[in-house]
């Protein structure tokens, strides 16, 4: 089987990363993103990216919504890509709202903690056929219209941000590209869905360890870019032994995450048995690799790091926040373990 790319995702690919280049800039993601960046992407067709054709969308697969997630991680893109083109086109498969996904009107925060064993933040219950309690951590919650939520006993809610009984409060986020909020809800009209909790997790957890694999591999490209830069002692620092040695380092551990990826993704559109087991062993092997990857390219730029003068916080900030959701990778092994008949 050739895992390889077609023509047509290289081309697409190509265009994605054109148009991030142009205009993701610092300036932007200080300013936590505009609405010009997500109406650029719907012209790109993304948010259509896996809604079917006869609603709009382009019909394709999770390969090519990985392919998308890591270079938006690339960029550190602040975008609602995850749970607008990602958790909700997969949850609102057999809906009739696929056509304002696919047309980026409609877009949507996620709140999965009590699939991920975050039931301590999660109160949500059914109320009579409405949704009553409330919610911490809700993931691209800024301009959501729409809450997709998951009941501790895994039912998926759909609910109107706006609607009555709805309130919604934002909160500290680690990467503030990425916004939170915290709902409270009381007998708030809800549209119970039909799809597969589970199979909407995985496809989340891929394409997050896509975006984590993309901002790990520009941070590597820019502690590179640094090292050659950068002189001390009448030489550039990529010449010392110990800088070298971290780079060849992070290549070597970042390289073959790309091929994994990839494997888990087209896993989850086949009738593949693993398809579970790949999703939680990708997003826990890449939040493992990236965060080794962050900290050795942080140290490669020395104090100037830490700093956002050169802007290399976004994206550790980013590799830091994906770790923790849709499950940490405590958690994504527990259940590959699990998923393999390994669990006490």
Known sequence: MDFGLSEDQRQFGEALRRFLSDRVTMELRRAGGDAALWAGLTELGVP?????????????????????????????????????????????????????????????AVGLGALTGSTGTCTLRRDGGRISGNLTGLIDAAGATHLLLALPDGALALVAAYAEGVTLRPRPSLDRLRPLADVDLTAAPAEWLAADAARVLDAGRVVLAA??????????????????????????????????????????????????????????????????????????????????VARHATEVHGGMGFTELLGLPFWFKRIAANRQVLGGPERCREEAAAAQGLAA
């Open 48 to 108: 259509g990216l896996l809604v079917p054709e006869e609603a709009g969308g382009a019909g394709l697969g999770m390969l090519d919504a990985a392919l998308v997630g890591e270079a938006l991680g690339r960029h550190a893109a602040p975008t609602p890509f995850l749970g607008s083109a990602v958790l909700a086109p997969v949850a609102l498969r057999s809906t009739a709202h696929l056509p304002e996904l696919a047309a980026g009107r409609m877009r949507v």
């Open 211 to 292: 975006e984590t694999l993309g901002a790990a591999q520009s941070m590597l490209d820019q502690a590179v870019v640094y090292a050659g830069q950068r002189r001390q002692f009448g030489r550039s620092i990529a010449s010392f032994q110990g800088v070298k040695h971290a780079c060849a380092e992070m290549a070597a551990w970042l390289e073959p995450c790309r091929a994994f990826v990839w494997y888990a993704a087209q896993a989850q559109d086949a009738p593949d048995a693993e398809a579970h087991l790949l999703a939680c062993q990708v997003k826990a092997h890449l939040d493992e690799v990236a965060r080794d």
